[in-house]
């Protein structure tokens, strides 16, 4: 994720993840509440502390991260561990990012505030993958074309840019920058 040039504005930063793995729901529990107790399983642990030190890599420091309710995701949030930088985030929990479409998060970051250039959201597939397909699709780079065609993967994750405030950027402006399928 590179910077930007000298007198032109900072580029925007997205991260799509989906959760790291998870437990499946008790023998016999079903149902919309047994699936949000799912909690990750030790490999799920692993990989998210795996792609903090990812993003850490990456210098990625998001000013907002939008996270499902689910257990899942707030604990695959945990297991990222402090990839911030000096000022901690504003965390918030959405509901509509469990089991949204992909217009549905489109639709959160057209809700997010002009003055928000970097943004993490940690959700679930399908809407994730749909996304990531749709915009990753549009020029996307060739070292990350087998990736992207590989899926969406537990705890993968997307990045993506954009010159425009992400509530004006078309999804013609949303550019893949990285890929980290796990």
Known sequence: MA???AG???????????????APAPFG???????????LTPHGHE??????????ARHFAPELVLVSPALRTRQTLEALGSFYGDDAPAIQYVNTLYDATAETIRNELY????KVSNIMIL????????????????????????????GFPPA????FTTGQP??????????LLDLSCQ
């Open 156 to 159: 993968s994750i997307a990045c």
């Open 8 to 22: 032109s504005p900072p580029p925007r930063r997205l991260v799509l993840m989906r959760h790291a793995q998870a």
């Open 47 to 56: 990989t998210a502390a795996r792609q903090g030190e990812w993003l850490r």
């Open 3 to 5: 910077a930007a040039s």
């Open 123 to 150: 959700a679930h597939n399908p809407g994730l993958q749909a996304l990531v397909l749709r915009w990753g699709a549009q020029g996307c780079p060739p070292a990350l074309e087998n990736g992207l065609m590989q």
């Open 111 to 114: 809700a997010v505030p002009d």
């Open 166 to 175: 992400w509530n004006r950027a078309t999804d013609g402006e949303i550019r």
């Open 29 to 39: 529990e079903m149902g919309a509440q047994a699936d949000l107790a799912r909690p």
